[in-house]
């Protein structure tokens, strides 16, 4: 008797497993879906940058072409040394606290349109040795702001880690010359 309730409760089940209905009415069409956008980064150097008493210890202007935008944010960084055949870069702003005579600091700003770099002291920046003032080297990095809020966790003040968040190189990096 056991038997006989299995086998017609297997019977039942695949009975019921093996009903099928008419089909149901067909979906909607999907509306095509906005090709994605390149969201990308890009770095740019400037050299020869001299600061002096005559131009107010201030660069001159570099302009993006095109304007970066709006919500995009920038890094700055300032060529501070070489080891061992290896660049070293600083974040800016960058203070500087090895002088008797003060403290000074560099510096930057920028627009959508363009950017500068300067000089802060609380002495007479005419009295600093020419390697603090002369041929400096910056680079400027554009980080789009989803990707930046994307990658929170990087360290910004990392020159390494943030060429390494955007997938960039030396050979991506573009020389910028001054505004006329």
């Given at each position: 008797m056991k038997n006989l309730i299995k086998v017609i409760m297997v019977l039942g089940l695949s009975a019921f497993f093996a009903?099928?209905?008419p089909p149901g009415p067909p979906g909607f069409d999907g509306r095509d879906g906005l090709d994605g956008i390149t969201i990308l980064g890009e770095v740019f150097e400037v050299e020869n940058v001299n600061f002096n008493s005559v131009n107010g210890f201030k660069s001159d202007i570099f302009e993006f072409n095109p304007p970066i935008e709006p919500?995009?944010?920038?890094?700055a960084f300032i060529l501070w040394d070489v080891e061992n055949n290896t660049d070293v870069w600083r974040a800016l702003p960058q203070v500087n606290f090895e002088?008797?005579?003060g403290v000074f600091s560099y510096n930057y700003d920028f627009t959508r349109f363009d950017f500068t770099f300067f000089m802060e002291g609380n002495f007479n920046l005419s009295t600093l040795p020419?390697?603090?003032t002369t041929n400096q080297?910056?680079?400027?990095?554009i980080i789009p702001a989803d990707f930046a809020s994307a990658n929170s966790r990087?360290?910004?003040d990392d020159y390494d880690a943030v060429m390494d968040m955007l997938g960039k190189t030396d050979a991506d990096v573009i020389k910028l010359q001054p505004k006329n």
């Amino acid at each position: 008797m056991k038997n006989l309730i299995k086998v017609i409760m297997v019977l039942g089940l695949s009975a019921f497993f093996a009903c099928e209905g008419p089909p149901g009415p067909p979906g909607f069409d999907g509306r095509d879906g906005l090709d994605g956008i390149t969201i990308l980064g890009e770095v740019f150097e400037v050299e020869n940058v001299n600061f002096n008493s005559v131009n107010g210890f201030k660069s001159d202007i570099f302009e993006f072409n095109p304007p970066i935008e709006p919500s995009d944010k920038l890094l700055a960084f300032i060529l501070w040394d070489v080891e061992n055949n290896t660049d070293v870069w600083r974040a800016l702003p960058q203070v500087n606290f090895e002088f008797s005579n003060g403290v000074f600091s560099y510096n930057y700003d920028f627009t959508r349109f363009d950017f500068t770099f300067f000089m802060e002291g609380n002495f007479n920046l005419s009295t600093l040795p020419s390697e603090f003032t002369t041929n400096q080297v910056f680079r400027v990095v554009i980080i789009p702001a989803d990707f930046a809020s994307a990658n929170s966790r990087v360290n910004f003040d990392d020159y390494d880690a943030v060429m390494d968040m955007l997938g960039k190189t030396d050979a991506d990096v573009i020389k910028l010359q001054p505004k006329n």
